[in-house]
Each structure stands twice: as structure tokens, then as C-alpha cells.
């Protein structure tokens, strides 16, 4: 930790974002990207990347250990420490336009809305430290909630816009990696109700295949004040079967998930991040678009 907040600048980001992005910040990260063995912008760029505020790439990696990434950092700071470039001025970037496709922001007047899920059982035992760590994940996403669906919230509504949302990007194991979401067609049941600020439901979902589904009960409360809502809380809990290309090794058979709902206050860098489901597709995402 010393190590980052001291000799480097440490950048998280969603790098199929920068890489698609028509902006100084994508060009940037591109340039960076581009000296490194992933460099197909039409593919992941995922990785780790030391890099110089020239953009000189000084090492890409994509392990997960952090005793390795450690030795590596150490050991090319101590190169860039030999470089004409570790004393010289670097001029700044010229931010221009930002790429708006690609910098998303939460609907004005809408809400954020903190969103995790946990597998509660059902893993079979394993001595794999990393597989542990997954099967003990607690995942994290953020659920937009518009202008007009805050106003019917207040109003003592729930909009169909808003529970199709939530059952569609939202009701997904994403505690072991990126999942697939639910198509519209593939929600059989979702008979999500507010009554006196009290949210109660039941849903459905399911492939045509039967590759996947879910299927559980949700309770929840609604408060409001001087016409803001103040609490948005949720929990879904049922019965999860299947997997996606990127979510291995679940519970075999039916598993329990449950995914918890909690607005957000903006405390949390992680307020700021998009929606998985909106990425490139804000649209599609907040039921504005086509399918």
C-alpha cells in the first residue's frame, strides 16, 4: 500500500471503456495499451500496466498475485529511476471533449442505488486459495434509477421501467466474474408491488434453454422526505441455477443467491461507476432503447 500511495499513481478502470473511447483519455490509454501484448482494441486490454507519464509502457501483467505484481513494480522503478525521463518535465495532457458514449453519468435527479449479491451455500470444499476467495465473494454493482421513476417512488409507485431493470441487470451471480444478463423474454414472473413503502415481489427468470434461471422473493422499504426518497432498501433471496462464459465454477446444481439494494449516498468512489448492464448501451439499459 505504501508503495502505491508514495511511488506511483494507481488508476483502476473498466478497460472496455478507454479502449473503445474517441477522447484524449482513450488515446492515451491506448497509447499505453498498444506496447503490450494485448493490443486489439476490438478484444480485452485487461491487465496491469506500469507506465510512464509519457506514456512509455514499462511492463504489462495480468497475474493476480500480489507478491508478484509487487517485485515487478519495484523492480522497473528502480530502471525508471536510471531513465533522462524520470527528471524531465512531462507536459500535460490536453483533456478536449470527453467521448460521451463512454463517460456515463447517473441521470440528473435520479438515484444511485448500491447493488451486491453473495452465493449464501452450496460450494463444494476446495483447497484452492483463489477459488476460495471467489466462493466467498461479496460482488458489487450499482443500480440508475431515472428522474421520472424517483418522482413515481415518491409518489408511492414502483414503474415496470424500474423492476424490469432490476430483474433484467441486476438479479444475475456476478460474484466470480462478468455475467450474462437476462433478456426480456427470459423473465417469466415479475410481480414486484410498493404498498405503504413496503416493497414485496416474486420473479421468475429463466433461458429458453434452461441453461440458467432464478428464482425468488423480494422485500424491501421505501421512505421518502420533503419529496427525495431517503431510503431504497431490497433484498432478494432465491434459488440460482447455471453459469456464464465468465462466472466458472458455481455450486453444483441449485444454488442460494441473494442480492441486497441500498442507496447510496455518494460516500464511495464505487458511487460513481456505471452500471454493468449500461456499458456502451445507457439506452438499452434504462429501457429508453430497443432491445
Not at 478497460?15 to 506496447?35: C, H, L, M, T
Not at 500480489?66 to 522497473?76: F, Y
Not at 440528473?108 to 452450496?122: D, I, S
Not at 423492476?163 to 414486484?192: C, K, Y
Request: charged share 25%; hydrophobic share 35%.
Amino acid at each position: 500500500m505504501e508503495l502505491l500511495q508514495t511511488r506511483v499513481v494507481p488508476v483502476a478502470l473498466d478497460q472496455a471503456y478507454q479502449r473503445r473511447q474517441k477522447d484524449a483519455e482513450g488515446e492515451f490509454y491506448r497509447r499505453i495499451a498498444g506496447q503490450g501484448p494485448r493490443h486489439d482494441f476490438g478484444n480485452t486490454t485487461q491487465g496491469f500496466y506500469l507506465a510512464t507519464a509519457t506514456g512509455r509502457l514499462l511492463f504489462f501483467n495480468n497475474s493476480r498475485d500480489p507478491e508478484k505484481l509487487e517485485r515487478m513494480i519495484r523492480g522497473k522503478l528502480e530502471e525508471f529511476a536510471k531513465l533522462d525521463e524520470a527528471s524531465a518535465a512531462v507536459a500535460a495532457l490536453e483533456a478536449g471533449p470527453a467521448d460521451p458514449r463512454w463517460n456515463l453519468r447517473p441521470p440528473e435527479g435520479g438515484l444511485v442505488v448500491r447493488v451486491r449479491a453473495k452465493v449464501m451455500g452450496g460450494y463444494e470444499p476446495t483447497d484452492d486459495p483463489w477459488r476460495t476467495i471467489f466462493q466467498n465473494a461479496l460482488s458489487r454493482d450499482n443500480l440508475w434509477i431515472t428522474t421520472a421513476e424517483h418522482r413515481a417512488l415518491v409518489a408511492g409507485g414502483l414503474p415496470e421501467s424500474l423492476t424490469t431493470r432490476i430483474a433484467r441487470f441486476h438479479l444475475v451471480d456476478n460474484t466470480r466474474g462478468e455475467p450474462p444478463m437476462w433478456e426480456r423474454q427470459e423473465i417469466e414472473t415479475n410481480s414486484l408491488s410498493l404498498k405503504d413503502g413496503v416493497v414485496t415481489g416474486h420473479v421468475r427468470l429463466r433461458t429458453a434453454g434452461g441453461d440458467r434461471s432464478y428464482e425468488g422473493r423480494l422485500r424491501g422499504r421505501v421512505e421518502t422526505r420533503d419529496g427525495v426518497v431517503t431510503r431504497f432498501d431490497l433484498v432478494a433471496s432465491g434459488d440460482f441455477y447455471g453459469r456464464g462464459p465468465f462466472t466458472p465454477n458455481p455450486p453444483p446444481g441449485v444454488f442460494p443467491l441473494a442480492v441486497s439494494f441500498t442507496l447510496a449516498d455518494g460516500s464511495e468512489t464505487a458511487d460513481r461507476i456505471p452500471p454493468q448492464g449500461a456499458r456502451g448501451w445507457l439506452d438499452g439499459y434504462l429501457g429508453r432503447g430497443g432491445e
